[in-house]
């Protein structure tokens, strides 16, 4: 098809108009539950996901980052505090800032190309750019054959892969994914790595990434924030500062790489071990697991 | 092999496979090693394995002959090349192939590939279109050589681009069923079944004419019915050969359409609603589930009482239990739907109407069918509740005036008849349901079933 190649070949910006938002999070408390059923999530939670920077969060599982998307998102409220999007406050969903959730959630009855359309259908601007774009996406995400299949008809990779498209066809102000690559094997994992990498460096849309993966977080990110465990806040903000575009091939063995990582897991370890104390199994099992990584390393 | 498998998936070909296929290719696969220099296959041979080359460099030369845009190309870990063991027809190499580097390579059998991919029901047609990609994108060969590579499923393929696209997907799925139907004959399933079948007219045969058990004498035997059922001057007045058998036939799948149609046009939409908005279900919900458990048959009276005629109270009858079930399961069916497709439909920008329309309707349809089903089935079953009390024709009045009048073997035929009348209607339902959710279809294909 002549849109698709014409497009591969053009630059992505004029493809994808970037207009780039900002958040920022101040003071953010989130509780569930009131009186002695009281849970604290979220506990004075203040950051900024910057214009034009991959903001990676990174933080033990179960401490309250997808609660906290949640909030981003204008799904659910903050008990105190308060979410600003380009300066006006966030008072619910909107397409300005697209949230791809942890759990996959590409709509099983339609196939992969009218899924990918579905934000401009919904929205009614469903016009010949929107569909030369969803053409260009396809290609950018290695969906093109797969464009007439059910999301069931597709592997783990290619869900995720097709979600990143529905969600970029969009082009919101900011991007915010869910621990989106969670549940692949490794293989496809460091593929996605690169497809999504890519895409981020060809546009610098804002984009906020939260995962639990240390690896995952090194190579995406732009700024590193590292969470204390549950009721969450932030325990420390890292500029990774390591050039773009990044390989794959050489990146771990990068000296600033190594830094990063030795800084980041100290953290995390002390986050884990916290609750550990606290009698929590997750966090029992995340410091093993991590151990045992860097045994294996050794 | 688990290196293998990793390998395998990193090509382009077998990334889209099903993990099962993938293991079987990765069992035929041989690792092969070559020294510098080594010439893996020349032009003209003839052309037996697919190859993927694991570490080194190669250099692929395809034969000036063939009209390619660019002849040369030098392979890197990951390439496939060897493709000509997987044409259709004549399998002749068309390039060179040498080692520019010592180099390690998977080796296989084009033949035993064709049959593993032929078998990966669900990917495997995807998995040919990839070659046939390969073989025009990345060896620049026109499309005369990269329709060599057939389609899985589908005799011979059209460029399985864009176009005829329909037209392939329709000779694939009728492919696809003939398939089926062969599997199923050389399962044990339909001998099962007729076992089945032998075992219950058997033991009633026995029990009623042979042996003449104490209870079962005044039955009337198999041999009896069937004689009755087919005679062209019936005994009792009914058999396929008589206008009024037909007549009755007619117009209790007549009452049961009307009924179930009625039923689906109010239960689905009650059903949806009441699931969708928490102020409808608190009004309406508890007096739907009150009204729910009274037994068909204690509608009668007041059914008689309500309608005129014969024909209103018993459709009436029929009704009320297909749309209680419908309504049921569609807003089960809604309240199955998972919340994170409402939440993607809302960030994409879509407004609470088209979240009804665009994810709640069909996201309950898999719940909606089966409520469809089992509507069906207690259709019949109240009908012919209704048409024994009330009602002047249909098989429950046959059933009920030949008990009266002493027509035993018509009471059979009623009851068969029944039995074949619903069980039709019941898959009726079924296939127009699959028919119109083929994402549901596919989903339980690749579940296991
Ligand atoms: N609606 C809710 N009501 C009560 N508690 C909740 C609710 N939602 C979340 N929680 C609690 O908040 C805590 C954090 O959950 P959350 O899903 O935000 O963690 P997470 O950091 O995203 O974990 P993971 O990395 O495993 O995805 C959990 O202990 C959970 O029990
Ligand atoms: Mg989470």
Redesign the interface.
Known sequence: ?AIASGGAAAPVTSKLQVSAGEIIVDNVSKSYGTGIFEKKVVKGCSFTIERNKLTVMIGPSGCGKSTLIKLL?G?EKPTTGNILLNGKPVTG?G?D???V?Q???L????TTYDNIM??PI??GEADQKARDLAEFLLDKVGLR??R??????L?GG?QRRAELA?AMI?NPEVMILDEPFRGLDA?SKELMWEYYSALFEESHRTNFFVTTDIDEALFLADRLIIMSNIPTRVRATIEVNIPRPRKLADFFTSERANEVKMTALSLLHEEAMKSFSGGSKAAADFVDSYARRSEQKA | MEQVE?LL??TLPF??VSPETLGNIAGISQRETFSEGDVIYSAGQSANDVYVLASGRLHHAITPQVNAKIHEKSLNAGDVFGWAAIFEGERIRLADVSCTEPVEVLRIDGTKLLDLLRRDR??GD?AM??FS?LISQQYYLPPSVANRVPSTLAAPATTAE?PG?PAAQMASTWTLTMYRAGEWIRSPDPYLMMIGFMLLLGSWYLTVEVFKLPRFEDLPGLTTVVTEWFATDPMYGLSIHTSEYYQHVWVSIRRVAIAFLLATALGVPLGLFLGWSRTFREYVFPVFELLRPIPILAWVPLAIIMFTGSETPVIFLTFLASFFATALNTMLGVESI?E??T?????????RW?VFR??II??A?PYVFTGLQISVGVAWFSLVAGEMVSGQYGLGYVINTSYTMVRYPTIIIGMVTLGIVGYATSAMVRVAGNYM????L??MA?GGR
């Open positions: 098809m998102a799904f969903p397409r800032r697209l949230v959730f759990e996959s959630a709509f099983p009855w339609m579905y934000g919904a929205r054959d797969f007439s299949k059910y999301p069931t008809q592997s290619m529905r969009n293989m | 990793q998936k990193r990334q889209v669900n990917f995807a279109r990839s990609q864009e696209e998972d994170s497709y939440r993607a439909a809302y960030c994409l920008g879509a407004n088209q665009e994810v069909p996201g349809m959710m083929q994402w549901r596919r989903e690749l």
